[in-house]
């Protein structure tokens, strides 16, 4: 299964293992942009993540409470947006790069004394017998638990926002807050907990990067995987499953770049390096020309305040 | 009139009693010293204008607003709703105007949404069928409500608030949105549920309506109670007056010359740019000048569309529209104004105005070239200032000066400046949208004698609205949009309701399921 140089079983493999801190991220804006809320700040939210995470998982020695530290640190965050945004109103695209510049700046802040030390081993966990299938074994089973995990996250969200009243809320919230309020539904703690919960999954993803990843504490260390996340919501049009199409699509994109740089490609080191991004913009900009279905998708009260006035 | 389930005089059971109910927001007092009561199975009318405080009252009832002061009882208990739900759970249901609707869910969602303990999804879609089949109404569960004509998505409100079994139904609005056929089944529906003994509190304007279908009615203005009276028994005049509390004067027509064809749109078919919106097909009319052109039609059959497309948001091949003979299909908004066409789009906050401008401001921005109110790319400011005193001299804006924001008037007020805005730039073509949509009976008055003045004087003018009274009051030539196609035009002298009713495209299939009842 070799084709110019590259393993196909162990690109396959380690994409899905790139793919994890963005799809938690998107799976996280994902569910706060179906409550309508535009919260810009997901790479801000995620390195704050990647930074409490990694400080826990130093102190404790325990990667699973280092996980843990990470999604608090990104819900503590997003709790600044709701405050801002819920209570006093703000605008919730400024406020969201808001959010991402100060996450970048504390995070500095805060990883002072935390670079060059290496974070205690997330191990594999492989599945049994299914781990030792050819092909198969390697590519599916036998990864970490936060690869596990964000599979079922996208599972879970799908099955959420589909099947439960709870679910049904949220998108009734998203769609129009007004009749929602009508009904008698508590539009900002709904979105109150949605905001939270995306701030939760984004510091997860930021805390895999420093973690898993990287794995090490360096400035500025997501390097616009936020970005990422927030742009693979809009191609997913607000689909769990689609969500998890787009990491892949996008984990396979830079794996692939890295592998052809081993390979020694011919193209140069920087076009390859921006590949990735490339293939977003390209995939963004064909998923809005056909403006109907994407715009039929997109939550109608997305990014718009609500304030129970009458 | 039968059907209402008890005689007029026979003593119904009290269901409702309202005493001294006050509510109070800064300055305004939207609601004084309130009281009447609704009878079990009785059809109560709330009447009044806009601003009466009507709909503050149904808030207080349904539990979405608290009252300053005063009582309701319900069965003869005290009754204080904290929320809807316990209005709900206490029997009281309440169909919106609008806002309570969401368009990408499904019928089926749309309703567990407004019940407490919904069943799963299956049953209650058995359920949903069970009771649009018993009251008339058919419906598909699973469909998307984006999809619904506004007929039918009201039934969806309407099935919403029958699954909780309600002994008090507020009705805010429901015929606004309807054709006169879908009026009629609706009409049955209530007079079916208020002989099984379901009450009915229902707000409207249109005071035919009123009379044909409720046994009492009680009257508002600024926030009291002015009086009460059985419809059956006054006029719709009498009841306006009671409302307004002056004379009303209906519109003065002067029928002038009709000049030449001022407007010529010819196969006009675009695709709609707003979601869940509707398609405009082959639409051919003609306005000549000194002709007011009608256009009738249920909300979401094309409206938005044809106006965007009359205004040169959407733009077509050039002949496909002409403007004194010239093609200007391919010309934009500004281009179109310079041509002499003016546009009035029904939204007022957004599309019309700059909600946060000022009135100054948002008089430059549509008759800025026209009125020649820019010199060298620089903003006359004096100029643009006086033709706004202008409008707010001419059209009887109550607003404390030019300079306030166009969010802070009231949706009348804006509406008369934003008419008065088109139609002092002294074009041949006008185009208006929904003209007194939202607005009370004397300013809308107002409103249609400026329009018809305009069209006295020699402009070719295109009204559309929902609003088939006032259609009929100022066209001359009488046109339906349904499902983005227009019927052909035709002098409004001699056309009888049941025409225009087979012009509406019927009921949506509404009749079939009663014929079986």
Not at chain 1, 26 to 50: D, F, H, K, P, T
Not at chain 1, 133 to 156: E, K, N, R
Not at chain 2, 251 to 277: H, M, T, Y
Not at chain 2, 373 to 400: C, M, N, S
Request: glycine content about 12%.
């Amino acid at each position: 299964m070799e084709i110019g140089g590259i393993n196909l079983v162990v690109l396959v493999a380690s994409l899905m293992v790139a793919a994890v801190p963005i799809l938690l991220a998107a799976i996280g804006e994902l569910v706060v942009e179906r409550s309508g809320v535009l919260n810009l700040g997901v790479e801000g939210m995620m390195i704050i993540g990647a930074i409490g995470g990694f400080i826990a998982a130093v102190t404790t020695g325990s990667p699973v409470l280092g996980f843990l530290g990470g999604a608090l640190a990104g819900a503590a965050l997003s709790a600044v947006f709701a405050l801002l945004t819920l209570v006093f109103l703000a605008n919730q695209v400024a406020t969201g790069l808001a959010l991402t510049l100060f996450g970048l700046g504390v995070s500095s802040l805060a990883g002072q004394g935390y670079n060059g030390i290496k974070p205690p081993h997330t191990g594999d966990v492989p599945l049994g017998p299914l781990a030792d299938l050819p092909v198969l074994g390697p590519i599916l089973f036998a990864h970490d638990w936060v690869v596990y995990f964000s599979i079922a996250m996208v599972a879970a969200t799908w099955w959420v926002l589909k099947a439960t009243r709870i679910g049904l809320v949220l998108r009734a919230v998203g769609e129009s807050h007004e009749a929602a309020h009508a009904l008698g539904y508590k539009v900002n703690r709904i979105r109150l907990l949605a905001i939270l919960f995306g701030g939760a999954m984004a510091g997860m993803g930021g805390a895999y990067i420093s973690l898993v990843r990287v794995p090490q504490w360096v400035d500025g260390i997501t390097a616009g995987a936020g970005w990422i996340a927030l742009a693979i919501v809009v191609f997913a049009s607000w689909k769990p499953w689609r969500a998890l199409i787009g990491a892949y699509l996008f984990g396979g994109i830079s794996q692939l770049q890295l592998n052809l740089q081993a390979a020694g490609s011919v193209i140069p080191v920087e076009y390859l390096s921006m590949a990735p991004y490339l293939v977003t913009i390209l995939v963004l900009v064909i998923m809005s020309s056909g403006r109907g279905r994407a715009g039929l998708n997109a939550p109608a009260a997305l990014g718009q305040n609500f304030h129970a006035s009458r | 009139m039968t059907g209402t389930g008890t005689e007029p005089g026979t003593a119904r059971p009290e269901l409702l009693r309202i005493e001294g109910v006050t509510k109070a927001y800064p300055g305004v007092v939207a609601n004084a010293d309130i009281g009447f009561t609704v009878g079990a199975g009785e059809v109560h009318a709330l009447l009044g204008e806009n601003g009466a405080g009507k709909s503050t009252l149904v808030k207080m009832i349904y539990g979405l607003v608290k009252p300053d002061s005063g009582a309701m009882h319900l069965h003869g208990r005290p009754y204080a709703p904290a929320k809807p739900a316990e209005a709900r759970r206490l029997g009281v249901a309440m169909v919106f105007q609008h806002f309570s609707l969401f368009e990408a869910l499904t019928v089926a969602e749309n309703v567990a949404l407004g019940m407490e303990t919904p069943p799963p999804m299956r049953e209650l879609a058995t359920r949903i069928r069970a009771v649009s089949e018993e009251y008339g109404l058919p419906l598909d569960p699973s469909r998307l409500i984006g999809d619904l004509s506004a007929g039918e998505r009201q039934r969806v409100e309407i099935i919403r608030c029958l699954l909780q079994d309600p002994k008090l139904l507020i009705m805010d609005e429901p015929t606004s949105v309807l054709t006169p056929q879908e009026v009629e089944i609706l009409f049955r529906t209530l007079r079916q549920l208020s002989a099984e003994g379901t009450a009915i509190l229902y707000i409207s304007h249109k005071l035919e309506e009123i009379r044909t279908l409720c046994d009492a009615a009680t009257i508002l203005r600024r926030g009291r109670v002015v009086g009460t009276c059985i419809p059956k028994d006054r006029s719709a005049r009498e009841m306006a007056e009671m409302m307004v509390g002056a004379t009303l004067t209906p519109p003065q027509r002067v029928p002038g010359p009709k000049g030449e064809v001022a407007l010529g749109v010819s196969d006009l078919s675009v695709a709609s740019p707003i979601p869940f919106g509707t398609a405009l097909k082959d639409v051919s009319f003609t306005v000549a000048k000194g002709e007011v052109l009608g256009i009738a039609g249920v909300a979401g059959n094309g409206q938005d569309e044809l106006l965007l497309a009359l205004s040169g948001e959407l733009k077509t091949d050039p002949d496909k529209l002409r403007v004194n003979g010239q093609p200007a299909g391919d010309l934009g908004p500004t281009e179109r104004r310079r041509a002499g066409l003016v546009a009035a789009p029904e939204d007022r906050y957004g599309h019309a105005a700059a909600p946060d401008m000022s009135l100054v401001e948002n008089a430059f921005l549509t008759a800025g070239l026209r009125r020649q109110l820019a010199r060298g790319g620089f903003i006359d400011w004096a100029k643009t200032r006086a033709f706004a005193e202008e409008i707010i001299a001419d059209y009887d804006v109550r607003t404390p000066g030019p300079d306030v924001a166009a969010r802070a008037l009231s949706g009348g007020n804006l509406q008369k400046f934003l008419i008065g805005r088109e139609l002092l730039q002294g074009a041949g073509v006008i185009v208006i949208n929904q003209p007194t949509w939202g607005v009370d009976a004397a300013a809308a008055a107002a409103i249609r004698q400026k329009i018809l003045d305009q069209a006295a004087a020699g402009a070719a003018v295109v009204v559309i609205s929902q609003d088939l009274d006032e259609l009929l009051e100022v066209s001359d030539m009488f046109a339906v949009l349904n499902e983005g196609r227009l019927t052909r035009p035709r002098p409004v002298q001699g056309l009888s309701m049941d025409e225009i009713g087979l012009m509406m495209g019927g009921a949506h299939g509404m009749e079939v399921a009663h014929h079986v009842e």
